[in-house]
């Protein structure tokens, strides 16, 4: 059984950072890919940034420049978010895939960028 934790969410101004950490525990292996996505109230989910177990990254044009994602697969991943702004608002999620396909979620931290 894969479990995925987020942590580092919270109340931030606009403009300011947060840094999210997603740790995997587990029958763990080299995930395929691990990546982070977020749900606003009202909305669907949607995908912030990934990184396969090569290491090339996508990021979500709305989050390019300003969010950079990174970790030691399969143990961590973590989003460093810069420069916020109120529609980054959301719940964000931890995700990971293994070689074989399966799809694994953590229950999500909420960041609220509010003044």
């Known amino acids: 059984q894969v479990r995925l934790v987020e942590s580092g969410g919270g109340l931030v101004q606009p403009g300011g950072s947060l840094r999210l950490s997603c740790a995997a525990s587990?029958?763990?292996?080299?995930?395929?890919?691990m990546g982070w996505y977020r749900q606003a109230p009202g909305k669907q989910r949607e995908l912030v940034a990934t990184?396969?177990?090569?290491?090339?990254s996508n990021y979500a044009d709305s989050t390019k420049g300003r969010f950079t994602i990174s970790g030691d697969n399969p143990k961590t991943l973590y989003l460093q978010m810069n420069s916020l702004l109120p529609e980054d608002t959301a719940v964000y999620y931890c995700?990971?895939?293994?070689?074989?396909?399966?799809?694994?979620w953590g229950q999500g931290t909420q960041v609220t960028v509010s003044s």
């Open positions: 995700h990971a895939r293994d070689r074989w396909g399966n799809n694994y």
């Open positions: 587990g029958s763990i292996f080299t995930f395929n890919a």
């Open positions: 990184i396969t177990s090569t290491g090339s």
